[in-house]
């Protein structure tokens, strides 16, 4: 009962960690020889386990015979592009546009293309 319980938490937590990953393969080993399904659902009965397929067939054996392997690989991330900054403008504190660049303004703090400056 402790190797069921064991199993179908173990299936559990992995199938939720698959969902995290993009790039996954089970392996399925019954009796030695491996299977080319994936596991879609885990039962019990008594000693032995019932594997159903995605293909909707079911394989029952002993809960010894059985091994279900997990491998993923991380794809991450290729590639950083550096966005391209482009001039969105000097702003008041009100949010009110007051032009291109800070020449003619009056002293005070103003946004400029994201960042906060102080016109003395």
């Known amino acids: 009962m402790m190797k069921q319980v064991l ?64 491998t993923y690989t991380s794809t991450g991330i290729g590639e950083m592009v550096r966005a391209t900054v482009r001039e969105q403008g000097v702003y008041n504190l009100n949010g009110q546009y007051v032009g291109k660049g800070t020449e003619r303004l009056a002293k005070g703090l103003y946004v400029k293309n994201g960042q906060k400056v102080i016109i003395k």
């Open 7 to 70: 199993l179908t938490v173990c299936f559990l937590l992995v199938g939720l960690a698959v969902e995290a990953q993009t790039e996954t393969k089970q392996t399925v080993t019954v009796n030695g020889e491996t299977v080319d399904k994936t596991v879609s659902r885990i039962t019990f009965d008594g000693d032995d386990v019932v594997l159903g397929y995605t293909d909707n067939t079911t394989q029952r054996a002993t809960l010894d015979e059985v091994n279900i392997a997990f």
